[in-house]
């Protein structure tokens, strides 16, 4: 399918972002007539203000190389899988990361969540998932809520899946993305899981992850890193969730999960 034009793609992230042409003339220091006009096709924008615009707009990297392309440039960030040559030191940062991390469980997804890397504890998050469920590519969403995942051992289902499905949301938001609006619809097809009223949330603070295993109940608590200043898309749409113990008997059980037996 050709690509939209120019002006086009970036009408839709302005509508995306909500900002008026008035409001990104602006930002970014143009004239509201210079910019309609390059969003009508009127006049063909330099390489320097289509990433001038981009900057404001918060168009991310993928989506640059396809204003740049669409305004007749070259892509300006390249896109290397993580198991190329080039991209060695960061695979092995991105291991580093995750095996610290253990006896707890982390993961490395792309912008789909889409497992690419994980550490050895997160065997603990699939025992029981349906084989076909971890054929490549493994979602790690799709596990979580389908009947067939970890759905049925998740104590907190309904609070669980509102946190997923709104996490999602915001990235369908502020990517555009239609494959991840597609795994969204998906999601939440799977049927409405019973109400929670939010009692088990820690302290209030964050939303846990109650999880009923062979061993025991495990309650865990998740964060996100990043890279901080990547070039390359690959980088920039990798992200390592971590999961940590909630609590101290959770935090125990771990450890004695983890022990040689």
């Not at 695979?91 to 993961?107: N, Q």
């Not at 369908?172 to 991840?180: F, K």
């Not at 113990?245 to 935090?251: E, G, K």
Request: no cysteine; aromatic share 4%; hydrophobic share 45%.
């Amino acid at each position: 399918m050709k690509p939209a034009p120019i002006g086009e793609q970036l009408r839709e992230w302005r509508t995306r972002r909500r900002m008026s042409q008035m409001d990104l003339a602006l930002d970014s220091e143009i004239s509201t007539r210079h910019l309609s006009f390059i969003e009508t096709g009127r006049s063909r924008p330099s390489a320097a203000m289509v990433q001038r615009l981009a900057d404001r707009l918060e168009v991310p990297h993928r989506a640059r190389n396809a204003l740049l392309l669409a305004a007749g440039y070259a892509p300006d960030f390249q896109e290397r899988p993580l198991d190329s040559p080039e991209m060695e030191g960061m695979r092995a940062i991105v291991e580093h990361v995750l095996r610290g991390h253990e006896p707890y469980p982390a993961l490395a997804v792309d912008r789909h969540w889409n497992m690419i890397a994980a550490n050895g504890a997160i065997a603990l998050l699939t025992q029981g998932v349906a084989p076909e469920l971890l054929e490549p590519p493994v979602n790690v969403l799709r596990i979580a809520l389908h009947p067939g995942g970890l759905a049925p051992q998740i104590v907190n289902i309904g609070e669980w899946r509102a946190h997923i499905l709104h996490r999602l949301d915001g990235q369908v938001e502020a990517s555009g993305d239609p494959q991840l609006a597609a795994l969204r619809d998906e999601l939440a097809g799977y049927g409405a899981a019973a109400a929670n009223d939010g009692e088990h949330a820690a302290n209030g603070i964050a939303v846990p992850l109650l999880l009923d295993t062979p061993a025991g109940r495990l309650s865990f608590v998740s964060t996100v890193t990043v890279f901080g200043t990547p070039i390359d898309i690959t980088l920039s749409e990798l992200a390592i969730e971590a999961f940590f113990p909630a609590d101290a008997a959770s935090a125990a059980l771990l450890q004695k999960m983890a022990a040689p037996q």
